[in-house]
């Protein structure tokens, strides 16, 4: 199995991005998908998650910014990232429940400048 993110960069604040998170190989369920970020010298936090039925949970710092979706066919999630704060700036990581097992994606860099 494998996560495969992208959509990270450098925005400034105000912007938006997309990122995306890909699953691949054998892969028989999947639960929860979801997405946390890590800023240098901080705890990994989460951000947003979504269940396979869609119901959505959000970090209260994100609240009305962020958007998660999946697309359960493609089996990829998604978070949309609108007026973006120098403080969302992090390396975010998608995490997968695939029933059995969790997965982690590599990170992607989001940074966003003043």
């Known amino acids: 199995v494998q996560l495969v993110e992208s959509g990270g960069g450098l925005v400034q604040a105000g912007g938006s991005l997309r990122l995306s998170c890909a699953a691949s190989?054998?892969?028989?369920?999947?639960?929860?998908m979801g997405w946390y970020r890590q800023a240098p010298g901080k705890q990994r936090d989460m951000v947003a998650t979504?269940?396979?039925?869609?119901?959505?949970n959000y970090a209260e710092s994100v609240k009305g910014r962020f958007s998660i979706s999946r697309d359960n066919g493609k089996k990829t999630a998604y978070l949309q990232m609108n007026s973006l704060k120098p403080e969302d700036t992090a390396v975010y990581y998608c995490?997968?429940?695939?029933?059995?097992?969790?997965?982690w994606g590599q990170g992607t860099q989001v940074t966003v400048s003043s």
């Open positions: 979504i269940t396979t039925s869609g119901r959505t």
């Open positions: 190989g054998s892969i028989r369920t999947i639960n929860s």
């Open positions: 995490n997968v429940d695939f029933g059995i097992s969790n997965y």
